[in-house]
């Protein structure tokens, strides 16, 4: 079963950072596309940035382009989103998923679908509140 937990979520103010943490501990990372989606109250979850196994191609959803930076440690089994000047409209919880398929890669036709990471290839959640 994989089972991803997301950290690093909390309180910060308009302009700060925050680096969120999605670790996967039954299974290697870097095998593996990963995801990461937002989801604020009313609305849809959302695509914000990918990362491909093997050679690490990312993507980023233009909402977040030159803010937000995703990246991954092998070493540490960790994936991370590093978020930059962020803005009360980035509150949501934050969640990372996986493409089940072995050396799976980002793809630009469907990266930002959730559906394409399969149901049960998701973490909880981590809580981001940008609020003065």
């Known amino acids: 079963q994989v089972h991803l937990v997301e950290s690093g979520g909390g309180l910060v103010k308009p302009g700060g950072s925050l680096r969120l943490s999605c670790e996967a501990q039954t299974f290697t990372l870097e095998y593996f596309a990963i995801g990461w989606f937002r989801q604020a109250p009313g609305s849809e979850r959302e695509g914000i940035a990918c990362?491909?196994?093997?050679?690490?191609?990312?993507f980023t959803a233009n909402s977040v382009k030159g803010r937000f930076t995703i990246s991954r440690d092998n070493a540490e089994n960790t994936v991370y989103l590093q978020m930059n000047s962020l803005k009360p409209e980035d509150t949501a919880v934050y969640y990372c998923?996986?493409?089940?398929?072995?050396?799976?890669?980002?793809?630009?036709?469907?990266?930002?679908?959730?559906?394409?990471?399969?149901?049960?290839?998701w973490g909880k959640g981590t809580l981001v509140t940008v609020s003065s």
């Open positions: 990362i491909s196994s093997r050679d690490g191609a990312t």
């Open positions: 998923a996986a493409d089940p398929t072995t050396f799976s890669k980002c793809l630009s036709s469907h990266w930002y679908d959730p559906a394409a990471y399969g149901e049960d290839y």
